[in-house]
């Protein structure tokens, strides 16, 4: 299987720039690319990635997208002078052009193009192009918004052609409507195109209504133009991967694409003038992370825009580090989606319930009208956006940001650990099982592990081999804790007395938050009452009598037998219930009689590696030890999973996922993603208050 991270970038994309004085082109420089390219240089990034040269397009490449009509002008701007430059740039909505732009528009496209070529022949995995002029907003007959030709719209439309691909999806998590791109692919269901941007009802530049989550696509397209609005300025972390659990995953696993392209512009994140979002560099790590997992680990990475160049170069940094297999960092604050961004997130779940089923057989919300009206109050009482507008723009913004990010990247960046996967492999019988990547660690002295456990769990531990097994695990936990460790595996005779003896042995140790993800039968149910422990059982149905609470949680799920549905139970739940708790360690236990298959166990193990700075505990009961070698290559992360064949969820199952998170939703916040909650009730109630003040 592939592996390696492509990086592509020539120095001469940095020769396009603006000649003269214009205040709506000015933030496109140059520096964008060389200061993002001296950042990699300085984590070290560059040496680790597989260098690839960029080339010009040919212009039957060009073609593919754009007019005869739009490529002649391109290339008559070559030889002109300053002035019929500018007069050229005219015609267009944002857009200038430099003698070198033909030339380096040229190299932008054949960079994605060569990127394409180094992902589908299989000498890399994955990769990242960093090109000048960005792409998305460009038409086929037009330059816009500081694009000329559509550099991801052609890598698709040539990775189609070349490689008789019939199904790619395209994430555009620039800040601004990739509106070219959805022009071109309207009416195409082989490409699935996501955009979210800064929409502020329509405000916010290009202004289009077509931007709206109400534009689905056309014809045989239909359902596979996905726009998410953002109706507020200041989106962060927690509304980016809400969207990701509740919009763009689900509808991406049922799509399963061959290939992921990604319009790259970091302008949606922190500091950034055009965006004035908040999200932070880290963010980016998660989100490559989730694309990662689609499409068998082919994903190419394009940029587009981002114009606050520290943000700008971090947030590169994080998203090739990630592409490179390097644990996530864990996002820091308060995880929840704000009121405007889960309005939008249920707007564009409305308008597509028709042709994904994992949105089809969820009840249409009472409250939509509800939602319309807060809108409208909400226009009439304030102006949200006005309070930012001038503050950001500042000089003084920008060095605050840069400031922030200083001390920001310092506190969240560590240092990998050496050793990735532990395992303690001497004499077990699972030895040859386990690739190379894994590494032996010496067991725990018996004594000690009695010591260690009597404190707990005193009467589990009389037989022999439950001890054995026991020292076994510990000593490959405290490789973790200790920070010597990335992950670790180990087998138990009893994988629910193993898991037990973990949790509490971490949080002994100190760790604040502790996830537990149990599949299968689960003799020993941990105490969680003081929170620092979470436990999700995976299970076909529920056999203690424990019942729900917020830190123990039995999902009853049986995987199907057409093909791996488990995916939406992890993005539906699983995950927004983990970012909402925000675990410093994942303890994911298989125990006998699970309910999952390889694949979605796999999809588990490579999902959860996201949270808790990749930190996971795998307990294995031995009667499963064919599990291992799935379960360690989902712990390295750097090959390639396989999840198998997907299958869209049952009416059943999306009814039990709904069901949970009408019921955990205010306590695991990441969960809401329609009106149907107190929230909403809360919001109404305001609201009728409010049309009293004002009668
Ligand atoms: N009043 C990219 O990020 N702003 N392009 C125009 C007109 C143009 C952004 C404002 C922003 C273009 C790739
Ligand atoms: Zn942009």
Redesign the pocket.
Known sequence: MASGTALIYDEEMTSHKLLWNDP?CDI?VPERLSSSYEQLERYHLVERCVRVPAREASEEEILLVHSSEHLEVAKSTQAMNEEELKSVSGNY??FFFHPSTYRCAKLAVGASLQLVDSVMSGKVCNGMALVRP?G??SQRNAAN???LFNNVAIAAKYAKRKYGLQRILIVDW???HGQGTQYIFEEDPSILYFSWHRYEHQEF?PSLKESDYDSIGLGRGKGRNINLPWNKVGMGNSDYLAAFFHVLLPVAFEFDPELVLVSS?Y?SGIGDP?GQMDATPDVFAHLTHFLMQLANGKLCVIL??GYHLKSLAESVCMTVKTLLGDPVPQITGEMAPCLSAIESIQNVRAAHKPYWKCLMYEDASFLQNLSTKLQLLEKATTNPSAEHESKITSKDEVVKVEKFLEVHMKNILFPVPPIKTAATIESKASAHLLPLSVRGVKEMDKNEVKALVSAFYGDLVKQDETLLSLGSMLAVLDKILMKQACNGIAESPAASVSAAVALRHSVRFGFQRVLCIFVGDMEIIPNTEDGRILVIHVCEKQKSEKTNSKHYISLNWKEGAEGNDFFSAVFGFILPVAYSYQANLTIIAVGPNRSLGTNGISLLFGSLRGLAESRILAVIENTDINLMPTVAKALAGDSTPDFGVYAPPSQEKVHTIKLLRDQFQQEWKMLQCSGKSSLYLYYSYTYIFEMIKYS
């Open positions: 709506i496109e909505d944002a960005p998305h907003h918004g500081f694009c620039d800040v601004h530049w512009g302008d055009e587009e825009g």
